[in-house]
């Protein structure tokens, strides 16, 4: 590690001792990983089983709610196909820049600091990513070893659906992520596939913070009446039936998709809206996290 990490006792630093077979370039990366990584207090995975269950516009959400709490917030898209989080924030068309050999990340409102491969398309931001595995994981590794994010309070970070390279690749690298929060909508066909995601961070030892049920329930906005589009209540039935917090059900309201569609993340709105509270509710769960930071802190003193 460099002179300049203080973070952690470089006798227990477990980037310091190489790995076997590990040649320099690999050990150099995750060492400058390990550094940028022992500045962010928490790191929290969004995970989904599947598409289209709205996954992007939680984790922006839960980042830009995190970041109106006054926390220091980092968000990454590690969605390398469907970079959704520059539109999700009105930040279509911003490029990032090398500092000081680091790559800056843009800033959305709030002080929200972003990075995406949306970012590095320049002016064609409808290329299509035609990328296999290994080039994938080697750019999300960047992402975490050469980004200046600086010492953040939350890193948010927005992973594609499935349970494939990306996801993975993010575990291994980050080793001492706080948990995933898994995202759902409540049919059945959405749910079977949430139960994949469950299972894989048993296997790679990743902590379930807990399940939000996304487009739980239509709300009209003329008469307040609730319309099951897609069912309700099956990313609940899950949570309980395999022992996970349940975290909120978010409703659909019309609003959250203006929203999106113009860059504005639905919460920075100041809505007092079911929706509004659920996304409160998901982040209340969340911010617990520093509890039992500051307990760890108290009793290391």
């Known amino acids: 590690m460099s002179e300049k990490c203080q973070t952690c006792p470089s006798s227990t630093c477990s980037a310091k001792e190489r790995r076997d077979g590990e040649n320099d370039q690999a050990y150099q990366l995750r060492q400058r990983m390990a550094e940028r990584m022992c500045a962010v207090h928490h790191k929290v995975l969004v995970l989904s089983g599947k598409g289209g269950v709205g996954k992007t516009t939680v984790a922006v959400n839960i980042a830009a709610a995190l970041a109106r709490a006054g926390k220091r917030v980092?968000?990454?898209?590690?969605?390398?196909?469907?970079?959704?989080?520059?539109?999700?924030?009105?930040?279509?068309?911003?490029?990032?820049?090398?500092?000081?050999?680091?790559?800056?990340?843009?800033?959305?409102?709030?002080?929200?600091?972003?990075?995406?491969?949306?970012?590095l398309l320049g002016r064609e931001p409808d290329t299509a990513i035609i990328w296999r595995g290994p080039v994938k994981i080697g750019l999300i590794r960047q992402f975490l070893a050469d980004v200046a994010w600086g010492e953040l309070d939350y890193l948010v970070i927005d992973c594609p659906?499935?349970?494939?390279?990306?996801?993975?690749?993010?575990?291994?690298?980050?080793?001492?992520?706080?948990g995933a929060v898994v995202v759902t909508t409540p049919q059945e066909v959405a749910v079977s596939d949430v139960r994949r995601s469950?299972?894989?961070?048993?296997?790679?030892?990743?902590?379930?913070?807990?399940?939000?049920?996304?487009?739980?329930?239509?709300?009209?906005?003329?008469?307040?009446?609730?319309?099951?589009?897609?069912?309700?209540?099956?990313?609940?039935?899950?949570?309980?039936?395999?022992?996970?917090?349940?975290?909120?059900?978010?409703?659909?309201?019309?609003?959250?998709?203006?929203?999106?569609?113009?860059?504005?993340p639905y919460v920075n709105l100041g809505a007092n809206s079911p929706a509004s509270r659920?996304?409160?509710?998901?982040?209340?769960?969340?911010l617990k996290?520093?509890?039992?930071?500051?307990?760890?802190?108290?009793?290391?003193?």
């Not at 969605?79 to 279509?92: A, C, I, K, T």
């Not at 659906?161 to 980050?174: A, K, N």
């Not at 319309?227 to 609940?236: A, E, K, L, Q, Y």
């Not at 509890?291 to 009793?299: K, M």
Request: negative net charge; proline residues 6%.
């Open 74 to 119: 980092g968000l990454l898209d590690a969605d390398m196909h469907g970079p959704s989080v520059p539109r999700l924030l009105g930040l279509e068309g911003r490029e990032a820049v090398v500092k000081d050999g680091a790559v800056v990340p843009v800033e959305a409102e709030g002080g929200l600091k972003v990075m995406s491969i949306g970012f």
């Open 161 to 178: 659906p499935g349970t494939g390279d990306e996801p993975i690749t993010l575990v291994q690298s980050l080793e001492d992520a706080d």
């Open 198 to 264: 469950l299972r894989f961070c048993q296997k790679v030892g990743l902590k379930v913070l807990g399940i939000v049920e996304n487009m739980s329930g239509f709300l009209c906005p003329h008469c307040g009446e609730r319309v099951d589009i897609f069912r309700s209540g099956g990313g609940r039935r899950l949570a309980k039936a395999t022992g996970v917090p349940f975290l909120g059900a978010i409703p659909v309201e019309p609003d959250i998709t203006i929203a999106s569609d113009v860059g504005k």
């Open 278 to 286: 659920a996304f409160d509710e998901v982040v209340s769960s969340i």
């Open 289 to 301: 996290l520093d509890d039992g930071l500051a307990t760890a802190q108290g009793e290391s003193a």
